[in-house]
């Protein structure tokens, strides 16, 4: 079993930065990737950002890219989100997850994703 505990969100304003993280305990060896992605109300969920657990290269999608950054600590088994330049349209609950399962050429997919966080609250303030 695969547990994943987000902290870092919060309400700030546009333009300022937040850093969120995720702790993962358990398996940690089986990770083939990690990601990060959000659901706004009355929205589908979206992805946000993933890393290969071996290697470290990244996706991210056109609506992040430039201003969110995902790393990881291996030897702590933690995931970051470092989120810049923040927009009202971030606001979303953000969620962690781990894929122990799948390599891929992409990581963009929840379905590769077999373990989830409860999420943390983003607001961005306009």
């Known amino acids: 079993q695969v547990q994943l505990v987000e902290s870092g969100g919060g309400l700030v304003q546009a333009g300022g930065s937040l850093r969120l993280s995720c702790a993962a305990s358990?398996?940690?060896?089986?990770?083939?990737?990690m990601g990060w992605f959000r659901r706004a109300p009355g929205k589908e969920r979206e992805f946000v950002a993933a890393?290969?657990?071996?290697?470290?290269?990244?996706d991210y999608p056109d609506s992040v890219k430039g201003r969110f950054t995902i790393s990881r600590d291996n030897a702590k088994n933690t995931v970051f989100l470092q989120m810049n330049s923040l927009k009202p349209e971030d606001t979303a609950v953000y969620y962690c997850?781990?894929?122990?399962?799948?390599?891929?050429?992409?990581?963009?997919?929840?379905?590769?994703?077999?373990?989830w966080g409860q999420g943390t609250q983003v607001t961005v303030s306009s």
């Open positions: 890393v290969r657990w071996s290697g470290g290269s990244t």
């Open positions: 997850a781990a894929n122990t399962r799948y390599y891929s050429n992409s990581y963009y997919s929840p379905t590769l994703y077999d373990y």
């Open positions: 358990g398996r940690a060896f089986s990770y083939k990737s």
